[in-house]
């Protein structure tokens, strides 16, 4: 029926106007720091993972680690020499950024 396409474009309309407003507001996801500390460990030990994102509606990190909150902290403890990479989405934008942890062997 007619008003039911009428709700549709209507819809859409809305739909499209709070994208754009959710573009403006903003424009791209800015990682603002990622890093490791200690950079270099020996096997079995950890290292602390610190992050902070804005702008983004979605941050994750590889190596098995998942969807992570846009800033935060965790320790990892990899068994060999390992490259972590963050990946801030915000709709069909993203930026990413990696770091290696070091493990040194003895």
Do not use: C, H
Not at 51 to 58: F, N, T
Not at 78 to 100: D, Q
């Amino acid at each position: 029926s007619g008003i039911s396409i009428w709700i549709l474009l209507l819809a859409a309309i809305l739909g499209g106007s709070l994208l754009a407003l959710n573009v403006f507001v903003s424009p791209y996801p800015v990682i603002e720091s990622f890093y490791a500390d200690p950079v270099a460990v020996s096997p079995g030990s950890a290292s602390n993972l610190s992050w902070s994102v804005v702008g983004a509606s979605r941050v994750e990190i590889d190596q098995g680690v998942g969807e992570v909150d846009l800033k935060g902290s965790m320790q990892v403890k990899p068994s060999a020499t390992t490259t972590y990479m963050l990946t801030a989405v915000n709709g069909s934008i993203n930026r990413s950024m990696t770091l290696k942890v070091m493990v040194q062997q003895p």
